[in-house]
T-cell receptor, first 111, second 113 residues
């Protein structure tokens, strides 16, 4: 079974708008990561946030983590058509050697 | 620096056959993980190898097995293929155990007929 679930399953926005997607997970973690996948190919790492961090920024990306609620959010600001992809959160379930991915959010940015 | 590579890109097999998928880790990475991604789903963890030893396994039957070689390249073997094994198989490498980002290869698309 999957550790995490992303919400919404699909999101469609206009170029320039912000996109927010959420991830919920089930067990305690060491860290949570967000990945992007284009057209069923390999995943690309976007950002990692550790369990003792609450917010992290990288370029147009902002990630928050609430360990009390076992949830995280990914905000992409000023979206571009090139941001169209599926986005997954991944947690290590406190094992350090097993990573569990959610079901993903499919983002479409309309030019 | 060479990224993670996988071969073959696509593969078609029939039910009951055996398949071997290959992965070359990114230079300097000694940890490799394999994932199965069914259409429309997130990647599911199969197993992980660290310094040629399996040190983590997901909920997959024993007919899924692997190897990691001294040069840290890796193989995923699947015996007695079933229709449900049709998926994208991804390998990912990391420079060391614990807490690091994973670098994914482009995947092998396996179709079982």
């Amino acid at each position: 079974s999957q550790q995490g679930e992303e919400d919404p399953q699909a999101l469609s926005i206009q170029e320039g708008e912000n996109a927010t997607m959420n991830c919920s997970y089930k067990t305690s973690i060491n860290n949570l990561q967000w990945y992007r996948q284009n057209s069923g190919r390999g995943l690309v790492h976007l950002i990692l946030i550790r369990s003792n961090e609450r917010e992290k920024h990288s370029g147009r990306l902002r990630v928050t983590l609430d360990t009390s609620k076992k949830s995280s959010s990914l905000l992409i600001t000023a979206s571009r058509a090139a941001d169209t992809a599926s986005y997954f959160c991944a947690t290590d379930a406190n094992t350090g050697n097993q990573f569990y991915f959610g079901t993903g959010t499919s983002l479409t940015v309309i030019p | 620096e060479t990224g993670v590579t996988q071969s073959p890109t696509h593969l078609i097999k029939t039910r009951g056959q055996q398949v071997t998928l290959r992965c070359s880790s990114q230079s300097g990475h000694n940890t490799v993980s394999w994932y199965q991604q069914a259409l429309g789903q997130g990647p599911q963890f199969i197993f992980q190898y660290y310094r040629e030893e399996e040190n983590g396994r997901g909920n997959f039957p024993p007919r899924f097995s692997g190897l990691q070689f001294p040069n840290y390249s890796s193989e995923l073997n699947v015996n007695a293929l079933e229709l449900d094994d049709s998926a994208l198989y991804l390998c990912a490498s990391r420079p060391r155990m614990g807490g690091n980002e994973q670098f994914f290869g482009p995947g092998t698309r396996l179709t079982v007929l």
